[in-house]
C-alpha cells in the first residue's frame, strides 16, 4: 500500500505531503489544476520514464519521496534481495531530479539505479488509462491474464517443456556427434584393421633399425673378414709357420742351442694365431646372413615409419593409435544406440507435453467462456450492453507456456466486426471495456496499487456511478487511486483529496488538500454544480455520498 508521497519543487508543485488512505483514494479538480502533475512526480519515484524537465522553475532541484507498507512475502522483497537492498516493512524511495538533468535514487537510504525502481515498480503499482498500454491492451499479455483469472497452474505444463527442451537439446548434439563420427566412419575402419594387420609394437623402430644397420655393416666387411680368415689359415700365415717350424726343428739338433729361442717363440706365435683365426671364424659366423632377411626387415621399417607419418605420429605411438581409433569406433556404434534411445525418450517427453498442453488448453477454453460472460455481465451496467467481448484463443508456436495465442477483441455493436480493443473502441468505450475488464480480472492482489486516471471520461450519469462502483469494488481488495471528474466516482472515495492551482508573489503553484466530510460535499457540489454552488447542489452531493 502507498501510505504517503512527498513532493517539493517538481513543476507547479513546490511542497506537497500526502497521506493516503486504503481502499479507494480519490483526487479531483479543475482541469489542468495538476492532477496528472502528482502522477508524473509518482511515476518519477518509481523510475518510470516521463517528463525531461521536472525541477521547478527556480528551484536548484526537486524531490520527490514514496512510503509504502511492504507486508511479508510481498514481491517487492524479491526484487530488494536481488538488488543486495534489506527488506524492510517500510518501503521509501526517494529520487532526486537536479536543475541540470541529474537523477539520483536511493532505497531505503541506499543508492539504487532506474533499473531497479522500475524493476520494484512492476510489484508496486499498476496505472491504466484511456489509453492504456502496459498491460491490458497488450495482446502478448492477454494469455498470462487469463491464466491469472482461471487460477492456471502451470508449473507441470513448464516442467515437462523443461524436460522436453532437455532431451531435445541432448539428441541434437548426439545427431551432430554422431555425424562427424560417420563422416570419418570409412577412414576410421581402414585405419584400424591398417593397423591390426601391421601389429606395430612399442619398440619395434629401434630394435629394427638396429638389426639393419648390423647387416648393411656386415655386408661391407664381410669380405676383407674372409680374406683375413684365408691370409691365417693353412693356405696362410698358419701353414708357413708350421712349415718354418717343421724346419727349424729339424735344423735345432746341429745348431746347438742356438734356434731353442726361436723355436719356442715360433711355438707361441701359433697359439696366437690359432686364437686369432678363432675369432675371426666366429666374428665371420656371426656375420653370416640371409639378403632376403635385411631386404624383410628394411621394408617393415620403412612400411613402419610410413605408416607414422600417415598417421602424424611417432612410431612407438603406433599401437596406442590403433587403441584410440577402434574406441572411437566402438563410440560410433554405440552413438547409433544412444541415438535411438534419445529418440524414444523424446517422443515419450512430447507425449508429456502435448499432454499437459491439452489440458491446460483446455482449462484455456472453459475460463475464456467465463471470463466472456463475466464481461457481459460487467458491460451491460456501464450502458454498453450491445457491446461483444470474445477471448480469442488460436494455434502458436509451442512454449513453455504451452502453443495458444489468446487475445481479447471487442465489437461495440452487433454485427460489427470484431478487433482489438485499442483498434474498435472510442475513448470513452475504451475506458469502459477497461476498468470492466479489471474487475473481471480481479483476484484480491493487495501487493499491488491500482491507479486509474480519468478511466471515467466521457461517461456521466448512471455509467458513471456504475463506473465508481466498479472501482469501489476493487478497491475492496487493493488500493485504488483515481483521478477523475466525475462526482459519482468521488462521492464513493474512502480518501478524498483535491487538487487546486493558486498564485502568490507572480508564481502559480499546485495545491493538494485532503478533505473532511463537509469539504467533500462542497467539492461534490461544485463538481455537480460549477463554480456556483448552491443547497441544492449540496443536497445532491450528499445524497451521491450517501449511497
Known amino acids: 500500500m502507498l501510505r504517503e508521497l512527498h513532493i517539493r519543487d517538481i513543476l507547479l508543485i513546490d511542497r506537497i505531503e500526502l497521506d493516503f488512505g486504503?481502499?479507494?483514494?480519490?483526487?479531483?479538480?479543475?482541469?489542468?489544476?495538476?492532477?496528472?502533475?502528482?502522477?508524473?512526480?509518482?511515476?518519477?519515484?518509481?523510475?518510470?520514464?516521463?517528463?525531461?524537465?521536472?525541477?521547478?522553475?527556480?528551484?536548484?532541484?526537486?524531490?520527490?519521496?514514496?512510503?509504502?507498507?511492504?507486508?511479508?512475502?510481498?514481491?517487492?522483497?524479491?526484487?530488494?534481495?536481488?538488488?543486495?537492498?534489506?527488506?524492510?516493512?517500510?518501503?521509501?524511495?526517494?529520487?532526486?531530479?537536479?536543475?541540470?538533468?541529474?537523477?539520483?535514487?536511493?532505497?531505503?537510504?541506499?543508492?539504487?539505479?532506474?533499473?531497479?525502481?522500475?524493476?520494484?515498480?512492476e510489484t508496486l503499482v499498476e496505472l491504466h488509462g484511456q489509453h492504456d498500454d502496459r498491460g491490458l491492451l497488450n495482446p502478448r499479455g492477454h494469455r498470462q491474464l487469463l491464466d491469472a483469472f482461471a487460477g492456471t497452474d502451470l508449473g507441470p505444463l513448464r516442467e515437462a517443456w523443461a524436460t522436453r527442451r532437455r532431451v531435445a537439446a541432448a539428441l541434437s548434439d548426439a545427431e551432430a556427434r554422431l555425424e562427424k563420427a560417420r563422416a570419418e566412419e570409412e577412414f576410421l575402419r581402414h585405419a584400424v584393421k591398417e593397423l591390426d594387420d601391421f601389429a606395430p609394437e612399442p619398440g619395434e623402430d629401434a630394435r629394427l633399425d638396429v638389426a639393419r644397420r648390423t647387416m648393411?655393416?656386415?655386408?661391407?666387411?664381410?669380405?676383407?673378414?674372409?680374406?683375413?680368415?684365408?691370409?691365417?689359415?693353412p693356405d696362410g700365415a698358419e701353414g708357413a709357420m708350421i712349415d718354418a717350424g717343421r724346419w727349424l726343428d729339424g735344423a735345432a739338433e746341429k745348431a746347438e742351442g742356438r734356434l731353442d729361442g726361436a723355436i719356442s717363440a715360433l711355438s707361441r706365435a701359433l697359439i696366437e694365431l690359432g686364437e686369432a683365426s678363432t675369432g675371426v671364424e666366429d666374428a665371420l659366423r656371426e656375420m653370416a646372413f640371409d639378403p632376403h632377411e635385411l631386404e624383410t626387415t628394411e621394408e617393415r621399417l620403412f612400411?613402419?615409419?610410413?605408416?607414422?607419418?600417415?598417421?602424424?605420429?611417432?612410431?612407438?605411438?603406433?599401437?596406442?593409435?590403433?587403441?584410440?581409433?577402434?574406441?572411437?569406433?566402438?563410440?560410433?556404434?554405440?552413438?547409433?544406440?544412444?541415438?535411438?534411445?534419445?529418440?524414444?525418450?523424446?517422443?515419450?517427453?512430447?507425449?508429456?507435453?502435448?499432454?499437459?498442453?491439452?489440458?491446460?488448453?483446455?482449462?484455456?477454453?472453459?475460463?475464456?467462456?467465463?471470463?466472456?460472460?463475466?464481461?457481459?455481465?460487467?458491460?451491460?451496467?456501464?450502458?454498453?450492453?450491445?457491446?461483444?467481448?470474445?477471448?480469442?484463443?488460436?494455434e502458436g508456436e509451442p512454449g513453455p507456456d504451452g502453443g495458444d495465442m489468446v487475445s481479447f477483441t471487442v465489437a461495440t455493436n452487433p454485427g460489427a466486426p470484431a478487433g482489438p480493443l485499442d483498434k474498435i473502441a472510442s475513448g470513452g468505450e475504451l475506458s469502459r471495456f477497461l476498468l470492466a475488464l479489471k474487475v473481471s480480472l480481479a483476484r484480491g492482489n493487495e501487493a499491488l496499487v491500482l491507479i486509474f486516471d480519468e478511466i471515467d471520461r466521457g461517461v456521466g450519469g448512471a455509467t458513471a456511478d456504475a463506473v465508481g462502483r466498479r472501482l469501489a469494488r476493487l478497491a475492496e481488495d487493493a488500493q485504488v487511486l483515481v483521478v477523475t471528474h466525475s462526482p459519482q466516482v468521488a462521492a464513493l472515495g474512502a480518501t478524498h483529496f483535491r487538487v487546486a492551482k493558486q498564485v502568490e508573489d507572480g508564481m502559480t503553484t499546485s495545491r493538494v488538500h485532503a478533505l473532511d466530510q463537509g469539504e467533500r460535499v462542497d467539492e461534490i457540489a461544485r463538481m455537480l454544480s460549477g463554480e456556483q454552488i448552491n443547497d441544492a447542489a449540496r443536497d445532491a452531493a450528499r445524497v451521491l455520498i450517501g449511497k
Open 303 to 394: 612400411a613402419l615409419r610410413a605408416l607414422a607419418r600417415k598417421h602424424d605420429s611417432i612410431p612407438d605411438d603406433l599401437a596406442d593409435l590403433a587403441d584410440i581409433l577402434r574406441s572411437r569406433l566402438s563410440a560410433l556404434d554405440a552413438g547409433a544406440e544412444d541415438l535411438n534411445r534419445l529418440q524414444a525418450e523424446l517422443a515419450t517427453a512430447d507425449s508429456a507435453y502435448a499432454a499437459e498442453a491439452a489440458r491446460i488448453h483446455a482449462e484455456r477454453v472453459a475460463a475464456a467462456g467465463r471470463l466472456d460472460a463475466a464481461m457481459a455481465a460487467e458491460l451491460a451496467p456501464l450502458k454498453m450492453e450491445r457491446a461483444v467481448f470474445e477471448t480469442r484463443i488460436s
Open 22 to 121: 486504503a481502499g479507494l483514494n480519490v483526487l479531483t479538480g479543475e482541469t489542468g489544476a495538476g492532477k496528472s502533475i502528482l502522477l508524473d512526480c509518482l511515476g518519477f519515484v518509481l523510475g518510470w520514464r516521463g517528463r525531461a524537465e521536472l525541477v521547478r522553475a527556480g528551484a536548484a532541484q526537486g524531490e520527490v519521496i514514496a512510503v509504502f507498507d511492504l507486508p511479508q512475502g510481498h514481491p517487492a522483497r524479491a526484487v530488494l534481495a536481488e538488488a543486495g537492498i534489506e527488506a524492510e516493512a517500510e518501503l521509501i524511495l526517494r529520487r532526486v531530479n537536479s536543475a541540470d538533468g541529474r537523477k539520483t535514487a536511493w532505497i531505503n537510504d541506499r543508492r539504487a539505479s532506474g533499473e531497479v525502481l522500475r524493476a520494484l515498480s
Open 216 to 233: 648393411q655393416a656386415a655386408e661391407r666387411i664381410q669380405g676383407d673378414v674372409a680374406r683375413a680368415m684365408q691370409a691365417l689359415g
